[in-house]
């Protein structure tokens, strides 16, 4: 079986709506896993421009699934070991949480891997 791999990466402008409220971007960032395969998580980058801690929440399903923080004016980069797999006709949505009023821009890079 031979593996696809798939990325959801931009730039995308946020405007914080607090830490505990994850919000979806102007333009929804989503993937969902083909009805015939698996997908597997192998990496995730994120770059924040704004002055403040945000947290990048992927949800599964509708539920949150993963949390990457990314400090102020930082970036992170998480290779990501195969821990699980994300059953067909899984919805990934990637969300944004940060503080109140805090605005800047994301940088995110997600790789998977279609099995």
């Known amino acids: 079986m031979d593996?696809?791999?798939k990325f959801l990466s931009g730039i995308f402008s946020f405007t914080g709506t607090g830490l505990k409220n994850s919000a979806a971007f102007v333009e929804p960032v989503?993937?969902?896993v083909?009805?015939?395969k698996r997908s597997q998580l192998v990496f995730f980058r994120g770059g924040n421009s704004a002055?403040?801690?945000v947290c990048v929440v992927l949800l599964m399903n509708g539920k949150p699934f993963r949390l990457f923080p990314i400090g102020a004016k930082?970036?992170?980069h998480v290779p990501l070991a195969v821990v699980e797999d994300l059953f067909p006709d899984s919805k990934l949505e990637v969300?944004?949480?940060?503080p109140e009023g805090v605005s800047g821009e994301i940088i995110i890079d997600i790789g998977l891997v279609e099995i």
């Open 3 to 5: 593996a696809i791999p």
């Open 30 to 32: 989503t993937y969902m």
């Open 34 to 36: 083909p009805p015939d």
């Open 51 to 53: 002055d403040a801690l």
């Open 74 to 76: 930082a970036s992170i």
């Open 95 to 98: 969300q944004i949480a940060a």
